[in-house]
T-cell receptor, first 109, second 114 residues
Framework: AQRVTQPEKLLSVFKGAPVELKCNYSYSGSPELFWYVQYSRQRLQLLLRHISRESIKGFTADLNKGETSFHLKKPFAQEEDSAMYYCALKETSGSRLTFGEGTQLTVNP | ETGVTQSPTHLIKTRGQQVTLRCSSQSGHNTVSWYQQALGQGPQFIFQYYREEENGRGNFPPRFSGLQFPNYSSELNVNALELDDSALYLC?????????????FGPGTRLLVL
């Protein structure tokens, strides 16, 4: 069965510092990976997906199949990046999303 | 374009009761997925409906059931409520083949079972 692990429940950095939110997955096939974000009092929303290979709000994530990881990175964190971040996996043949437990990112001034 | 809406926003029930949660999908979307999010956890997939048919189910007992209507809105029904059913229930809509496209989430319904 597929599984997504986010080892850090809480992550705190200072404004302007680099940030990396870790995500590891287990899945026997070729998964599709996503990062979802939930800002305070807002709904869960898609941040980026690996097949798009794009940078959203300065965030990037590279799928590393050898290490089964999909870490989210930003070189210079901003206070408005403070939010809950969820890594999610979708099977190639299915439709369900399997989420990690989430990482609460706090960017301090 | 209207986003995903859910009703009610909050609900309190007692153990053994039944509850119905509702979701209106985003305009143009034909697929609805339901997730349960317990406190401090990530969302867990309950099931998905595509064009009024169930299309995939997670590890939830049969007392969790659903329905999708011709306008693609959806209901989640939970019978014989248990204390552990207390959670935030999210629905997400998408378009394309059975949720292959991006899923857009509603604000959720917070259910408390006493």
């Amino acid at each position: 069965a597929q599984r997504v692990t986010q080892p850090e429940k809480l992550l705190s950095v200072f404004k302007g510092a680099p940030v990396e939110l870790k995500c590891n997955y287990s899945y026997s096939g070729s998964p599709e990976l996503f990062w979802y974000v939930q800002y305070s009092r807002q709904r869960l929303q898609l941040l980026l997906r690996h097949i798009s290979r794009e940078s959203i709000k300065g965030f990037t994530a590279d799928l590393n199949k050898g290490e089964t990881s999909f870490h989210l990175k930003k070189p210079f964190a901003q206070e408005e990046d403070s939010a809950m971040y969820y890594c999610a996996l979708k099977e190639t043949s299915g439709s369900r999303l399997t989420f990690g437990e989430g990482t609460q990112l706090t960017v301090n001034p | 374009e209207t986003g995903v809406t859910q009703s009610p926003t909050h609900l309190i029930k007692t153990r053994g009761q039944q509850v119905t949660l509702r979701c209106s999908s985003q305009s143009g979307h034909n697929t609805v997925s339901w997730y349960q999010q317990a406190l401090g956890q990530g969302p867990q997939f309950i099931f998905q409906y595509y064009r009024e048919e169930e299309n995939g189910r997670g590890n939830f007992p049969p007392r969790f059931s659903g329905l999708q209507f011709p306008n693609y809105s959806s209901e989640l029904n939970v019978n014989a409520l248990e204390l552990d059913d207390s959670a935030l229930y999210l629905c997400a809509s998408s378009t394309g083949l059975a949720g292959a496209e991006t899923q857009y989430f509603g604000p959720g319904t917070r259910l408390l079972v006493l």
